[in-house]
Structures are given as C-alpha cells and as structure tokens.
C-alpha cells in the first residue's frame, strides 16, 4: 500500500511534494474538514470511500496525499492559490490527479471506481 499523507492548505501540499520527490504521488483535493469531521463538499465526502477503496492498485513505492483546500469561503474565491497556482489550477474539488503527469479526475468522476482504479493503476 502506498504511503499516505494528510495536508491542510496550498503549504502542506507543496511541503508534501517537496519532500517525496522522485516518487509517483497522486493527489486528492478535497474541501477541508468542517466541525463535524466530514468535508463541507457533499461530491468531496460521495467520493473519499471509493477512493479510499482504490488505493490498492497504487503502487506500494507511490504516495497519495489528501489535501484540504480550505472552507467553503476560501475556495470559492476565484483567486485562491489552489486556482491561481499554474502547476494545479484546480477547477473544482474533489479533483484527483497524478503529480506531474496530466491525469486528472474532478468531481463525480471521482467517485466511480473504474476511472479511480484506471488513474492509479496507469503505468504512464
């Protein structure tokens, strides 16, 4: 099983990446966790067990990283870091991607099981 991480903001992912580079890292954007322990994004909470349940076709040697985007406030501002950043401009959350390669999943794609397992299994 891959190495996972959890990270809070534009910061700790960039942290996240700087210190597992040279590995294959996928990414899941997802809107920060609100009072009650779930994401404040209904798409974001559909699509954290299916790809939770996908992680087995990670390879072990990879990282998967769960990042929190912020409130519901701090992403819908347009000029967010998150969509600002050239690397990333994320559109919305949850979005699913691979690190450096332009595989990319967003929204109600990430919760179906067959385009999860295809992006982590996908050898390039």
Known sequence: MAVQIHVEGHDGYTKAV??????TMFVLFSGSPSQN?????PDCVTAKPVVERNLQYVDKDAVFIHCGVGDRAFWKDPKNIFRTDPKLKLKSVPTLLRVGKPQRLEEEKCAKDDLVKMLFSDED
């Open 37 to 41: 322990g779930e994401s404040w994004c």
């Open 18 to 23: 700087d210190e597992n580079k040279g590995k």
